[in-house]
């Protein structure tokens, strides 16, 4: 088994920021409202995710690290039909192939917390500590027993931004939930968790960024699209302030981006982009998520639709600040 997992482990963690994300999702899963993020040299020497969800209980907790232990299929249908983030079972189990993990987690009325280690898929030890409700996960010497991967990481710094990135993204994709970021001891940032995207974007960016956005509300038959943009006389440098999200998932659409960036069309300098934060809602069988394992890239049917409701909506917030 140990192999096998390595070998998924290759699909599913490829770099520090896979671990955050599978870690990250499953404490969404578990309905947590307060996730925290603390990591050590941009994860690599060490991750720590905590969140205050569901918990396991001893049992859970075991099975948690075999492959295909998800709690989260009933029906066969569901695959089809993906409400939960994760749902393929095997993140936990890839993450114990290829770290040293420690796992403590305590659900609501138990007076204590579970624990188990596993280092190279092997259960290591295991049994009872003090604990509050949640799971708290810790991640350490990722690839220590798979050195070509070690080898193929980028830079500290590539690698942070990687996970800044993704758990920015979570943030603004769950407002209602109060996320921390911290690297070395240092706090990169801290959301309320009071459910108001335009805080979230305060408290992720810069409070005055956030008072300048326009909001942006559109809806046809399929779809629904609403959160912020940047008037044209306040943009970047690069395309790392364009945030998208379908249907609650980050998600990276260079086509997306082209629309969004027609739409502000001349009133945009050349090599500046707008800070974009829109959140898309639509009917999940028009979204294939299960194209690619990491579920990061996804395919829309009715695209040309969607993309006269955006540039329509954005074309009129434009219009309202530069008639
Ligand atoms: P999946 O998320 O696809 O079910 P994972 O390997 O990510 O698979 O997790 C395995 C199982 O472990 C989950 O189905 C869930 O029951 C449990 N689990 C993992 N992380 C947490 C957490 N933070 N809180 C509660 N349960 C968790
Ligand atoms: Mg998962």
């Known amino acids: 088994a140990?192999?096998?997992?390595?070998?998924?482990?290759?699909?599913?963690?490829?770099?520090?920021?896979?671990?955050?994300?599978?870690?990250?999702?499953?404490?969404?899963?578990?309905?947590?409202?307060?996730?925290?993020?603390?990591?050590?040299?941009?994860?690599?020497?060490?991750?720590?995710?905590?969140?205050?969800?569901?918990?396991?209980?001893?049992?859970?907790?075991?099975?948690?690290?075999?492959?295909?232990?998800?709690?989260?299929?009933?029906?066969?249908?569901?695959?089809?039909?993906?409400?939960?983030?994760?749902?393929r079972g095997e993140a936990l189990a890839s993450i114990g192939s290829v770290a040293k993990v420690r796992v403590e987690s305590c659900q609501a009325g138990q007076d204590q917390a579970n624990f188990v280690e596993i280092a190279g898929s092997k259960l290591m030890n295991q049994g009872q500590c003090a604990g509050n409700q949640g799971t708290k996960i810790e991640v350490k010497s990722l690839f220590y027993n798979t050195p070509a991967r070690l080898k193929h990481l980028k830079t500290l710094q590539t690698e942070l931004k990687h996970i800044i990135r993704f758990v920015q993204n979570m943030a603004l994709a769950y407002p209602q939930i109060q996320f921390s970021l911290f690297n070395n001891q240092q706090k990169l940032f801290q959301t309320s968790g009071r459910g108001r995207?335009?805080?979230?974007?305060?408290?992720?960016?810069?409070?005055?960024?956030?008072?300048?956005?326009?909001?942006?509300?559109?809806?046809?038959?399929?779809?629904?699209?609403?959160?912020?943009?940047?008037?044209?006389?306040?943009?970047?440098?690069s395309r790392n302030y364009i945030h998208w999200f379908v249907n609650g998932r980050a998600v990276y659409s260079n086509q997306l981006n082209q629309v969004l960036i027609k739409a502000y069309g001349r009133q945009l300098m050349i090599g500046r982009y707008p800070i974009s934060i829109l959140v898309i809602d639509l009917d999940p069988r028009l979204v294939d998520a299960n194209v690619h394992p990491t579920k990061q890239t996804v395919r829309l049917s009715k695209e040309s639709e969607l993309a006269k409701l955006i540039q329509d909506g954005v074309k009129a917030c434009l219009g309202e600040v530069n008639p």
């Open 2 to 87: 140990a192999l096998s997992n390595q070998i998924a482990a290759g699909e599913v963690v490829e770099r520090p920021a896979s671990v955050v994300k599978e870690l990250v999702e499953n404490s969404i899963d578990a309905g947590a409202s307060i996730i925290s993020v603390y990591l050590e040299e941009a994860g690599i020497s060490q991750i720590m995710v905590q969140d205050n969800g569901e918990g396991m209980d001893a049992e859970d907790l075991q099975l948690a690290f075999l492959p295909h232990a998800t709690s989260k299929i009933y029906r066969l249908n569901d695959l089809f039909n993906v409400h939960s983030l994760g749902f």
């Open 197 to 237: 995207l335009q805080e979230s974007i305060a408290q992720i960016y810069q409070a005055n960024l956030a008072r300048q956005l326009i909001a942006l509300n559109v809806a046809d038959d399929d779809f629904k699209v609403s959160g912020f943009i940047s008037p044209p006389t306040l943009t970047r440098t």
